[in-house]
Nanobody
């Protein structure tokens, strides 16, 4: 069955770094656009960034220069490298897969979702 499993979350001080991984199985990973989303308590799920199946990346302005998205199709894994973390980055972070050629930002455009991993940034 389809699975997306995030890992790498945790507690970090402001200014620190984390790398999230998203291990995929049960579908042809290389044919899917991968997205990263996050959801803070009491807020809607928001798009963080994504990587197309051709390797093009896009991140929201608030993350540009701090977050880097990559993928390894041989390992069926997507990554979200986060640096210079801020307390406002605290949220559950999710990866998702969309059978699209291009990066899409709406959660409803994604076919599969992981269970999420908590990222907490202390001030």
């Amino acid at each position: 069955q389809v699975q997306l499993v995030e890992s790498g979350g945790g507690l970090v001080q402001a200014g620190g770094s984390l790398r999230l991984s998203c291990a995929a199985s049960g579908f042809t990973f290389s044919l899917y656009t991968m997205g990263w989303f996050r959801q803070a308590p009491g807020k809607e799920r928001e798009f963080v960034g994504g990587i197309s199946r051709s390797g093009n990346t896009y991140s929201r302005d608030a993350m540009k220069g701090r977050f880097t998205i990559s993928r390894d199709n041989k390992k069926n894994t997507a990554y979200l490298q986060m640096s210079n973390l801020k307390p406002e980055d605290t949220a559950v972070h999710y990866c998702a897969a969309a059978s699209r050629l291009t990066i899409v930002t709406q959660p409803t455009s994604y076919d599969y979702w992981g269970q999420g991993t908590q990222v907490t940034v202390s001030s």
